[in-house]
């Protein structure tokens, strides 16, 4: 009977281990895009599971006695090493000094959207704004590329004689989450939060609510030579989780090997792109195959670098940044699932990376600030969101 039941539990322990071995290949979507894998530290992930799989099937298999120790040992060494390493091997984590991109990247010239400026490239509504603010002026921050847009909400809301440029600031969408959190602004304008910005927030007790004021699309770029106009969702996830490394499994023959920019923690666009990408662990960047492609530290630079003759790489940013604020000409925007990222495909929702960005308070919105978000939800602050180049809420 007891022989009975080891040979019960060895099988049973077998088949559970083989059990976590398939559940983690699914979830990590190794199954689906096995045929996707094209390169040896994509396709590392799914050999550590079957040689912790195989290795418990092997330790279970053998009679355990004193002869069989040093096999025992290092079957368990095999399979606590290929579990210890897995995680690692999931984010391909195996370089040294790997960084990409910078966070002192080059940026556009944000003078030309000041409030009040002359000559400011700021929408002015047709109509006096239907709110004055002439004191008690709420403190902006945002994102860059949200920068437009709220600057113009000051410029039409804000009275011009007691205003001042440090009423409206643009740190970014990091520094701006940092300042909400602290309490040093009033309303910022982002995208949503990381999951450390969330975490931030709870640390310091501060009470983030949330108004969605417009839509915008997330983008992917590549060089105006690359071939490729469309790409697909489980694409995007099998480059960024690093089963896909060439163009080729794309359709791009001569394309080689794909350079996938990043952009740093906490950027709107890194959110961007985390929100994409759900549960599914991101890649750390892959060493540049020549260091000078890091270039200004501007991925809108970066993604249309040549190297071997051709344009490699693959980034992304929002809509209104990569086409309006800050286009490259050397650049375009690609279909993602054969829809194109245009405001009509924005506004319906069939493009399929549209989200809400917000105007963000420290717990809710009270005063003039809660007076400048509800002008911002009425006709003439959709007005300025629609005009500057954004897509305003459905109606």
């Not at 602004?185 to 310091?204: G, R, Y």
């Not at 994409?276 to 809108?300: A, C, K």
């Not at 980034?315 to 245009?342: C, H, Q, W």
Request: hydrophobic share 40%.
């Amino acid at each position: 009977m007891k022989i009975i039941i080891k040979i019960t539990l060895r099988i049973i322990t077998a088949i559970i281990s083989w059990a976590a071995a398939i559940y983690t290949l699914h979830k990590h979507e190794y199954l689906t895009s096995f045929s996707d894998i094209d390169n040896i530290i994509g396709m590392l992930p799914v050999v550590l599971v079957i040689i912790f799989a195989i290795g418990i099937t092997v330790i279970m298999s053998l009679k355990w006695n004193k002869q069989s120790v040093p096999t025992l040992v290092t079957l368990t060494a095999f399979v606590v090493l290929s579990a210890a390493l897995f995680p690692t091997a999931l984010r391909g984590n195996w370089w040294i000094g790997t960084v990409t991109s910078s966070d002192s990247e080059t940026r556009p010239d944000l003078t030309l959207y000041a409030p009040f400026a002359d000559g400011s490239l700021a929408v002015r509504l047709d109509e006096e704004s239907t709110l004055q603010i002439s004191d008690n002026f709420p403190i902006l921050d945002g994102a860059t590329a949200l920068y437009p847009i709220y600057s113009a909400f000051a410029q039409a809301v804000y009275n011009y004689e007691n205003f001042s440029q440090d009423y409206v600031l643009c740190t970014n969408t990091r520094n701006a989450y940092e300042s909400i959190i602290s309490g040093e602004v009033d309303v910022i304008f982002v995208a949503k939060p990381s999951e450390q910005q969330l975490a931030a927030a709870d640390s310091a007790e501060a009470d983030l609510h949330f108004t969605p004021i417009g839509r915008e699309a997330f983008v992917f770029l590549v060089g105006k030579d690359n071939p490729i106009d469309n790409i697909t969702y489980s694409q995007i996830r099998n480059i960024y989780s690093g089963k896909t490394a060439y163009w080729n499994t794309l359709g791009w023959r001569d394309g080689g090997r794909i350079i996938a920019f990043q952009r740093p923690e906490g950027s709107g666009s890194q959110t961007g792109l985390q929100w994409i990408m759900g549960s599914l662990p991101i890649q750390v960047p892959q060493p540049l195959p020549d260091s000078g492609l890091i270039g200004t530290n501007s991925l809108m630079n970066q993604v249309s670098v040549e190297w071997n003759g051709v344009q490699p790489a693959l980034g992304y940013s929002y809509r209104y940044f990569a086409a309006v604020m800050y286009a490259n000409p050397d650049v375009k925007l690609l279909a993602v699932d054969g829809i194109e990222p245009t405001i009509e495909n924005i506004r319906d929702g069939s493009y399929p990376f549209t989200a809400d960005f917000y105007a963000v308070t420290n717990g809710e919105p009270q005063g003039n600030s809660k007076l400048l978000i509800d002008w911002i939800l009425s006709p003439q602050g959709q007005e300025i969101i629609e005009r500057t180049g954004y897509s305003p809420l459905a109606d």
